[in-house]
């Protein structure tokens, strides 16, 4: 009987041991599948699959080919991203016997640059999945590797995606140095976690948040009958939006050519050129040489000479804009006059007034104020087209004395906008200086004195941008409106089935309706007439003479600040002006900056903005015109001995004739 019960014992005791190792794998089995699961899978999956990155495409710009009126608007980039390869390995993956082989070959047939040539043999060493060994490859190159490396890997019994491709772009620009200050560019190296770039500044900067994507995803499996072909994407990559410029790259090329030209002639450290669309606000070209090669960024970065080319200069210099700011004063005298006489006061001044202008003594001046042209007397419009100091610090001098200081800054601040920035879309915008009553200058003298008003009628002791100024001559363009400055007209971007979505439009008619006037219409009027003797015989300016076309501006020139001193040797000059007059196309500001200090034999002192600014404004107005198809409105306004001349049709010859000898009659012959 014992042995019965042994035997029944035995098998309780095997039955509760089969039970308990049951028990145990049905423990475990919850264990790894349940509690543990998504660690064990996520190990399975690193044994079978990995990850790589799917780039997104950058956003990029477009021209503003709908510029002329009449003609198809086609698609023209002024940056673009290539498509580029980075080739990497999976040191794991890869027997220890043939690394060597593996690397010497790709090695020969990518030749990778010496930073990577430094770090390429120890990829292969690393204990990793995912090893970068040679970056930017090109297309061709990527298929020479693969084309290797498929039937070798074959041969070997070698998992195929131990060497693998992944896409990637590379910023290039098609015009070179085209608006290169303006748009900048962004960094070949790239951040290390999202791929997204480092703009260098500029447009790439500013828009940067509309410009860049997010990134994709793409799965590879680790097995000899999976390739790179069949793997796949398991998140898609989010591409940029793109920007549509203003700026038309056609007018932006002849701009760049005229700017070129005249720094060379004049000796200049550099010069700048800004067209505007006087009605919208649309910067139509910027151009600045020397020039800027975005693709070339390392060595003007790592220059602290070439570092200052790549400044748009239109918006981060602020300079005292010299006689280019007597209209403004003209302005803001006619203005007073309305003032007064809406309260039954006298005006300060009548345009045709004969004031004189002999004698440069105003009170808090030490020294005199003086003119190029000596003049007795001037009225409205011999002061703007002789240029003449004392007749403006005249006009201003009346003004604070009848309606003071605080009025006068007023208008310059809240009419004109001085001393403010623009918005306009870039960085490092100046909003210049408007000095302050109260206020001191760093060496402890103060901004505003007795004689502060006189000198900001003819442009001194008050700096400014070129944008800040081109705005202002906008509002004799467009009838009194201050617009606002723009480089973008759209920003564009593809939603999820391809269609394209306005995410930013600066087109609609909603936005130019939004500009308020500033300055009534009878004293534009009276300011545009003044500023068309200026470019006629007896101008400042009438190197600025668009042959066929009626035009209107004012030339300026400034000494430049060095040391807490003005410098009689290194100025800033400017032409700035419109045309036609009748239906403006564009206001166009040219900048030459320290142009050489010398005299020109029958033609001038080469530094003045008259000399070096002003042919530049007449080669650059009549190209763009001739470009947009716009028809000449002066037919007969051609130089003398030109056929096409008639000097009793011509425009305002009869008035320059008679203004001629308004001159001669109280200033004498010259």
């Known amino acids: 009987m014992k042995p019965i019960k042994s035997d029944k014992q035995r098998l309780l005791m095997l039955g509760g041991f089969l039970f308990f190792l049951l028990t145990m794998l049905v423990g475990q089995f919850f264990r790894i599948q349940i509690v543990e699961g998504e660690r ?130 590379l910023r290039s620009h098609p015009f070179g140095k085209l608006l290169g200050q303006v748009l900048h560019t962004v960094r070949v190296q790239k951040d290390d976690d999202t791929l997204k770039s480092h703009p260098t ?178 009225n409205m419009h011999l002061g703007l087209q002789k240029s003449s100091n004392i007749y403006m610090a005249t006009l201003v001098q009346r003004i604070v004395t009848t309606l003071g200081d605080g009025w006068y800054r007023n208008e310059l601040e809240t009419t004109f906008g001085f001393g403010k920035k623009t918005g306009i879309e870039l960085p490092s915008e100046s909003g210049g200086v408007l000095p302050t009553p109260g206020k001191n200058h760093p060496n402890g003298r103060p901004e505003w004195s007795v004689p502060t008003p006189f000198s900001i009628a003819m442009g001194h002791n008050i700096q400014a941008t070129s944008v800040q100024m081109a705005l202002l001559y906008a509002l004799y363009a467009n009838g009194g409106f201050l617009v606002e400055p723009t480089l973008i007209r759209k920003i564009v ?76 040797k290194k100025h800033v000059s400017t032409f700035v002006g419109f045309a036609p007059v009748s239906k403006p196309a564009f206001v166009l500001l040219v900048c030459m900056d320290e142009p050489e200090v010398k005299f020109i034999p029958g033609v001038g002192l080469n530094h003045r903005g008259s000399i070096c600014c002003a042919p530049v404004f007449r080669e650059i107005g009549r190209r763009s015109l001739e470009y947009l198809g716009v028809p000449p409105d002066d037919p007969h306004g051609y130089p003398i001995g030109d056929p096409r001349y008639d000097a009793t049709k011509a425009d305002m010859m009869l008035e320059v004739k008679k203004l001629e000898e308004l001159d001669k009659q109280w200033n004498g012959a010259h």
């Open 201 to 378: 500044g500029g447009l790439e900067l500013a828009q940067n948040d509309y410009l860049q994507g997010r990134l994709g995803r793409r799965r590879l499996m680790r097995s000899p009958r999976h390739s790179l072909e069949t793997s796949l994407v398991v998140e898609k990559p989010d591409n940029g939006a793109d920007v549509y410029l203003t700026i038309n790259h056609y007018l932006q090329a002849i701009c760049e050519e005229e700017i070129e030209a005249s720094v060379k002639a004049s000796k200049a450290r550099c010069g700048w050129a800004l067209m505007m669309d006087p009605f919208t606000g649309e910067i139509l070209a910027l151009a600045q040489y020397p020039f800027f090669y975005p693709d070339e960024y390392q060595k003007y970065f790592n220059s602290p000479e070439l570092i200052e080319d790549t400044k748009v200069k239109a918006i981060t210099d602020a300079n005292e804009p010299g006689s280019i700011m007597k209209p403004i004063t003209l302005s803001i005298a006619l203005k007073a006059n309305k003032l007064l006489k809406s309260q039954g006061k006298k005006p300060i001044f009548e345009p045709s007034e004969k004031i004189a202008t002999s004698k440069g003594r105003f009170p808090g001046r030490s020294k005199p104020i003086t003119d190029t042209q000596f003049k007795q007397y001037c």
């Open 493 to 568: 971007k593809k939603d999820a089935t391809g269609k394209d979505v306005v995410i930013v439009d600066n087109t609609s008619e909603e936005r130019c309706k939004k500009f308020q006037r500033a300055l009534d219409e009878d004293i534009v009027q009276q300011v545009v007439k003044a500023m068309k003797f200026v470019t006629k015989p007896g101008g400042a300016a009438r190197r600025a003479n668009i042959w066929g076309y009626t035009e209107a501006g004012k030339t300026g020139t400034s000494m430049k600040i060095v040391g807490g001193s003005y410098s009689d």
């Open 40 to 169: 064990w899978r996520h190990w399975a999956k690193e044994q079978h699959y990995f990850d790589v990155v799917e780039p997104f495409v950058r956003g990029t710009f477009y021209s503003n080919t709908s510029i002329k009126k009449g003609h198809p608007e086609i698609s023209q980039k002024f940056a673009f991203d290539i498509k580029k390869y980075h080739l990497y390995i999976d040191p794991q993956s890869i027997p220890e016997q043939h690394k060597s082989e593996v690397a010497q070959k790709i090695l020969s047939l990518t030749k990778p640059t010496i930073p990577e040539l430094k770090k390429y043999r120890e990829q292969f060493s690393k204990k990793s999945h995912s090893r970068r060994v040679v970056a930017w490859m090109d297309e061709a190159t990527r298929d020479q590797v693969m084309r290797w490396w498929r039937p070798y890997a074959k041969k070997n019994k070698i998992e195929p995606n131990s060497v693998f491709v992944v896409g990637d772009t």
